[in-house]
């Protein structure tokens, strides 16, 4: 149980700091959109906000060094079959955390612009982030473990998050007129 706080425990602490923050970020941001005459202001800068604040925890854990196994495993699901033996906690916390890796940006990318409103454009787009992620803990030497297995989780966890909000996405508003 002390492993699972932890791994989960800096990133429930960091979000009840970070919430207050991302509020004002938010109605900041969205004050500014309103003067400049940005045609959804508040659904964007929930969006923008929304991505970072739910992802960032995650790149941080991920990219702190670590005393675990390193390598590279470039062989599909052979990293998921070899959870079948571990523990219900060790299964939860490494398929759970690779699910909940890009889920906020999988969510509310295509809610802030059309132009990501589709399920392959949010998985091309999780994937390119998951592989560098990847890259990074490999090429960083950070005592982390780099599989294609972690790609293809974060980029279910997307997936799985932007078919929640499917029905909220930004299919209305114009793809031209929503700023990147």
Known sequence: MARTWELWGNIIIAGTFALPVALLAIMWLSRHRV??????????SLADIGIAVGTAPWIWMILTPSTGRSGVSLVPFTDLADLAGASWETVTVQVGGN??????????????????????????????FSVTVEFLQYALRLGRFSSVDDVIMNTAGAL????????????????????R
Not at 37 to 43: F, I, K, M, Q, V
């Open 35 to 44: 003067r400049t005459g940005h045609p959804a202001p508040l659904r964007t």
């Open 99 to 128: 699910l909940l890796v890009f889920a906020a940006l999988g969510a509310l990318l295509p809610v802030r612009t059309a132009a990501m409103a589709s399920y392959g454009r949010v998985a091309a787009i999780a994937a390119a």
């Open 160 to 179: 799985l998050a932007a078919l929640v909000t499917r029905r909220w996405w930004a299919s209305r508003i114009a793809a031209g007129t929503v700023p």
